[in-house]
């Protein structure tokens, strides 16, 4: 029989993050998922990777 449930992994993703945004904020950002054909979730992930690399280059 198979194990149940989604696979265990090594990074779990368990911290939930609640923002509240504008129109047009939540405009741009489902723009910038279909343009990149991606989730708002990634493209907010590869945001934070983005500040992260200009904060190292300081």
């Known amino acids: 029989m ?3 449930g ?3 992994t090594n990074n779990p ?3 939930r993050l609640e923002i509240r ?3 047009s904020e939540n405009e741009l ?3 910038c ?3 990149l054909n991606t989730t708002k979730t990634e ?3 590869k945001g934070i990777g983005l500040v992260k690399e200009r ?4």
């Open 33 to 35: 998922a279909k343009r």
């Open 13 to 15: 993703k368990n911290i």
């Open 55 to 58: 904060l190292d280059k300081k």
């Open 2 to 4: 198979s194990p149940a």
């Open 6 to 8: 989604r696979p265990k």
């Open 21 to 23: 945004l504008t129109k």
């Open 29 to 31: 950002l489902e723009e």
């Open 43 to 45: 493209v907010i992930n």
